[in-house]
Structures are given as structure tokens and as C-alpha cells.
């Protein structure tokens, strides 16, 4: 079993930068592949970075390549999300996910197992 939590999250103007962190509880955090996903009202929750177990790989939505950067620190059992250069589109609930990485793709919300209660990060223009 693996809870998350999220934080981080705030209001930003456009152009600026946010860090999340999504802490995780359980010893075998390190065992898990670890995603971030979004959601903005009206729309369907949508793949934004992945890690792998070792953080050797990752990868990224095509929206926020090069903007966004994924990275895990096992021994604190947490995952990050560097934001930069926001822009009001990037506003969302964001979510961080933990899976099995031989469980399935991870661009797919339905290979993660584990989710945290999302964060706010919203982008004024």
C-alpha cells in the first residue's frame, strides 16, 4: 500500500515557476514507477511527466517538453515537478501516481494504482 500526498500547488502568474512535491508513505516506495497528471474543468485528466523506478527514465507530455521536469528522491520518498515558464493553459488539479512499471503503459491513467488528492496550480495571465 502506498498513500501520496501532494503539495505545492498555488497561483502563479504567467511566465513564473511552482515546485510539487508528492510525498509518499510505505517502504516500497522506491519499487514504483511515479507519473504526474492533470486535470482543468471540463476535461479528462491527462498524462504531464513520468519516472521511472531507478529515475533513469523519463518522459514527458509534448505540451510541456522542455518547460517541466520530473525527478525522484527514493531515500525521501518523494517525487518532484519543476514548473516553468506557466502558462495560463498549464492551470489544473494536479495529480501524482504511483504504478507497477511492468503494469502497462505510463501515459495511461489506467496502469497506476495509487493516486494522491491533487493539488491546485492555477496560471494567471
Known amino acids: 500500500q502506498v498513500q501520496l500526498v501532494e503539495s505545492g500547488g498555488g497561483l502563479v502568474q504567467a511566465g513564473g515557476s511552482l515546485r510539487l512535491s508528492c510525498a509518499a508513505s510505505?517502504?516500497?516506495?522506491?519499487?514504483?514507477?511515479m507519473g504526474w497528471f492533470r486535470q482543468a474543468p471540463g476535461k479528462e485528466r491527462e498524462f504531464v511527466a513520468a519516472?521511472?523506478?531507478?529515475?533513469?527514465?523519463?518522459y514527458y507530455a509534448d505540451s510541456v517538453q522542455g518547460r517541466f521536469t520530473i525527478s525522484r528522491g527514493n531515500a525521501k520518498n518523494t517525487v518532484y515537478l519543476q514548473m516553468n515558464s506557466l502558462k495560463p493553459e498549464d492551470t489544473a488539479v494536479y495529480y501524482c501516481?504511483?504504478?507497477?512499471?511492468?503494469?502497462?503503459?505510463?501515459?495511461?491513467?489506467?496502469?497506476?494504482?495509487?493516486w494522491g488528492q491533487g493539488t491546485q496550480v492555477t496560471v494567471s495571465s
Open positions: 510505505g517502504r516500497t516506495f522506491s519499487s514504483y514507477a
Open positions: 501516481a504511483a504504478r507497477n512499471e511492468l503494469s502497462g503503459s505510463y501515459y495511461f491513467t489506467s496502469a497506476y494504482t495509487y
Open positions: 519516472i521511472s523506478v531507478t529515475g533513469a527514465r523519463t
